[in-house]
């Protein structure tokens, strides 16, 4: 020991920062909570002091002016936690937070549930939540009812149906537009639709058929018997049997769009089993990733609705929101984009 005594360095604090940037403790607050009765140079100015500085706000003594928690929930289908569409979207939301520097608090309900079950979840008793996501779309009941009686504001991703505010959406009608085109531009005439299960409780799947309907009509082709029947047991391989030979042997079919991924891997399994080669003799495309889609062969391309993406769009509008609680913000949708080879989604983050 050298008999100094060693301390650690002060923390930087709020007026440390305003005085070095000389001006008042509010303008650095304001700065902060993202006010815009700043002027840019001034904005800049205290920013950049912030970053050389290292500073980092006390979270909860900024919740006691503000009366805000920074805290967000998210409240979804227990039966995505273990699925692509989960990961993908909680990625996507902390990926946000990592920036705004907000907590996210998790409820989780099983899907078939009712709405009024929202209020009994541990998140909204012993969490205090500035607003709500909501990514809900097989839960039965008025949700908007239940949950304009917690007093916060809320965001959906990807509800059924068609919502003017306060929702992140997929363009699925443009996914199955897309895919379509997709096999259009490579010279395909005689394109089949493989629809989702008739279990689906959700508007996707008639958007879906909707867009390969529009992309036909637009091209001058004909729509192949079937692509408005939804596929009667999604599980088993009959029914894609059934559906695949019509569709390539009775109406000389060369590619199939497919409702998502999914329904693409079960489709080439199916046409291994019945010496229909994949995509010498048929051509498939999905219009939603599936987490199994690495298992398949790189001739399988999809239109890629990225839910981390939808989630950091959920995020954005919900922070507008609580800025502005009695504004409803109009809906905003997710297009998505064709992958040429699904393994690209998840090779690209091991290199």
Known sequence: MSGKTAYKKSRISVTDVARMANVAHSTVSRVLNNNPNVSSRTREKILSIISATGYKPLWSARSLVSQRHNTIGLIFEREHINSLYGARLIEGICDRFAETGHRL????????SPAESIEELPLLSTVSVDGLILDLAQIRGDIDAVVSRLGVPYVYINPSGSRPYNAIMPDDVAAGRAATQYLIDRGHRRIA?????KNLNHSSGTDRMHGYARAMSQAGLPLIPGWDEPIEQVYTPDDFARRLGMYHREHGCSAVVCYSTSEAMRTYI?????????????ALIGCDVSEAADLFPPSMPSVQLDRAEMGRMAVDMLLERIRNPHIDLPTAYHKGKILDNVLTLFTKELL
């Open 270 to 282: 199916v046409a291994a089993q019945m010496q229909i080669r994949v995509p010498d003799d048929v």
């Open 105 to 112: 608090a998790v409820g989780m309900m099983h899907w078939k």
């Open 193 to 197: 639709f493989m629809p989702h299960g």
